[in-house]
């Protein structure tokens, strides 16, 4: 009988990273279509020649922040550590079993250095690979959305812009903690407290969550391909439609784009955007900001707005000429005193009166022939459906972001390293888009080439050999 055989592993030995790479794996395919040789021109202006220690390669330092976006790891220090142990994220990063992996803090440093504009210029160049290869055409529908991520700070890190009500409140925090009492109560608004960890980020709330510091991102994506186009980060306090107009134009003029078509919900339907982007050419896909506007009650009463000469006419035949006064972007129109004193539907008339006077007023909105417009297309079986795959696109998109691609929380803080983080997370979606796309290009090529195959080996009275897998 034989002896046990102890297994005793060599110490030391060469393998080929490439050996242990799947043809299939993701990162392969990410690798196929991304060359990220240009951050060395883009970066060059952040190093100096034979001064100082030896740099990380740019490439290798976009490489692996990608990595840890693509894959959801949160933290710097953790995606060393994976980086370190995987080998098919060191085939990735370019980096040997030899190679020491980049320390976490000089990852953090190199984002610091290159910071928003550099991070920005990459995620440009991918929206321009997505339109390389067909997935963002020149003339183009957007969708536009917004959403609150967490800050990294507590409402804690209030304190007040007064330094003597500051003063104060601290006092009353810290009284209380030494009477092991619940914490005293205060009232704190963005217009009266800033956060002393992150002075960038506001108060926000949304329906169903609690009330934090945030920040909000704004995104735009390209409706056909969900590639995302634009994303832009701002104080979880900002509304929705502010950045909205200049985010479109950024869009149009950056990538050479015509936006034909703007989708968005609720949020950015006023009659400000709505006319601005008519007047542009564009057709909107954009339902009032809320089911009041213009919806006067005098539509729905006996008054009768007589367009072609600016009036109302009453149901007893008498008629409401405007008054040369606007008041808050409303037009005022008045009935005669002497119509109104003798009216026998005085007491039912809809329409306003001024202290004793008989005479009757109603306000009309200067934007009231655009929201019955607007009003009529909501009925529209396409606008309701332009909506609803708006819900599942871009929603979707940002549901996408925050549970696997690291936009669950703002990791840093300060408004500029929070886009960096919209940035590289946006970037890492749009690579899964472009392999996507990849994967269906070449699933197409390869069914019609078995069939090109097929249908010589029948002309030629041959058997087919479709079957076999094709080698590229």
């Given amino acids: 009988m034989q002896g046990l055989h102890v297994f005793e592993p060599k110490t030391r030995t060469v393998i080929d990273l490439e050996s242990f790479m799947p043809d299939d794996h993701f990162l392969r395919e990410v690798d196929r279509i991304l060359d990220l040789t240009f951050v060395r021109r883009l970066t060059a202006s952040c190093y100096a020649e034979e001064i100082g220690r030896p740099s990380i390669d740019p490439v290798v330092y976009f490489r692996m922040v990608l990595v840890g976006y693509l894959y959801g790891i949160d933290s710097q220090r953790r995606l060393c550590e994976e980086v370190y142990c995987n080998l098919a994220y060191r085939w990735f990063c370019r980096?040997?079993?030899?190679?020491?992996?980049?320390?976490?803090?000089?990852?953090?440093?190199?984002?610091?250095?290159?910071?928003?504009?550099?991070?920005?210029?990459?995620?440009?160049?991918?929206?321009?690979?997505?339109?390389?290869?067909?997935?963002?055409?020149?003339?183009c529908s957007v969708m536009t959305d917004a959403t609150l991520i967490a800050a990294n700070a507590s409402l804690d890190s209030l304190v007040h812009n007064d330094p003597e009500q500051?003063?104060?409140?601290?006092?009353?925090?810290?009284?209380?903690?030494?009477?092991?009492?619940?914490?005293?109560?205060?009232?704190?608004?963005?217009?009266?407290?800033?956060?002393?960890?992150?002075?960038?980020?506001?108060?926000?709330?949304?329906?169903?969550?609690?009330?934090?510091?945030?920040?909000?991102?704004?995104?735009?994506?390209?409706?056909?391909?969900?590639?995302?186009?634009?994303?832009?980060?701002?104080?979880?306090?900002?509304?929705?439609?502010?950045?909205?107009?200049?985010?479109?134009?950024?869009?149009?003029?950056?990538?050479?784009?015509?936006?034909?078509?703007?989708?968005?919900?609720?949020?950015?339907?006023?009659?400000?955007?709505?006319?601005?982007?008519?007047?542009?050419?564009?057709?909107?896909?954009?339902?009032?900001?809320?089911?009041r506007v213009g919806n006067s009650k005098y539509l729905t009463s006996g008054l009768v707005y007589e367009k072609d000469h600016d009036r109302f006419r009453c149901p007893e035949g008498k008629h409401l000429n405007p008054n040369p006064a606007i008041i808050e972007n409303h037009k005022r129109y008045v009935s005669s005193s002497g119509d109104c004193q003798v009216c026998p539907q005085s007491s039912t008339c809809p329409a306003r009166t001024r202290g004793t006077s008989p005479q009757r007023f109603?306000?009309?909105?200067?934007?009231?022939?655009?929201?019955?417009?607007?009003?009529?297309?909501?009925?529209?079986?396409?606008?309701?459906?332009?909506?609803?795959?708006?819900?599942?696109?871009?929603?979707?998109?940002?549901?996408?972001?925050?549970?696997?691609?690291?936009?669950?929380?703002?990791?840093?803080?300060?408004?500029?390293?929070?886009?960096?983080?919209?940035?590289?997370?946006?970037?890492?979606?749009?690579?899964?888009?472009?392999?996507?796309?990849?994967?269906?290009?070449?699933?197409?090529w390869l069914s019609h080439r078995r069939s090109n195959i097929a249908q010589l080996a029948q002309l030629a009275n041959m058997p087919t050999f479709s079957t076999r897998p094709v080698v590229l």
């Fill in 95 to 139: 980096l040997s079993l030899e190679d020491k992996v980049p320390d976490h803090s000089s990852l953090s440093n190199i984002r610091d250095r290159y910071g928003e504009v550099i991070h920005e210029q990459v995620f440009t160049e991918t929206v321009k690979l997505c339109q390389q290869h067909g997935l963002v055409r020149e003339k």
């Fill in 166 to 291: 500051a003063r104060e409140e601290a006092e009353a925090f810290e009284g209380r903690t030494r009477a092991i009492e619940a914490p005293a109560t205060r009232k704190i608004s963005n217009q009266t407290h800033t956060s002393r960890t992150d002075p960038d980020a506001t108060l926000a709330q949304k329906r169903g969550s609690p009330r934090q510091l945030k920040y909000k991102v704004h995104q735009s994506i390209d409706a056909d391909s969900r590639v995302i186009l634009d994303t832009h980060v701002t104080t979880g306090a900002r509304h929705d439609n502010q950045p909205y107009l200049q985010q479109l134009k950024r869009i149009e003029e950056r990538y050479s784009l015509t936006i034909h078509e703007a989708i968005a919900d609720r949020g950015y339907g006023s009659a400000a955007i709505i006319r601005e982007l008519t007047e542009q050419g564009k057709q909107t896909f954009i339902p009032l900001w809320s089911g």
């Fill in 362 to 444: 109603v306000l009309r909105s200067l934007d009231q022939d655009l929201f019955e417009e607007v009003q009529t297309r909501m009925r529209d079986p396409v606008f309701r459906q332009k909506l609803s795959e708006r819900m599942w696109k871009i929603e979707g998109l940002f549901a996408e972001a925050k549970q696997n691609h690291g936009l669950s929380r703002a990791r840093n803080r300060g408004r500029a390293k929070v886009q960096i983080q919209a940035y590289l997370s946006a970037t890492a979606q749009n690579l899964k888009r472009l392999v996507k796309a990849f994967l269906c290009w070449l699933f197409l």
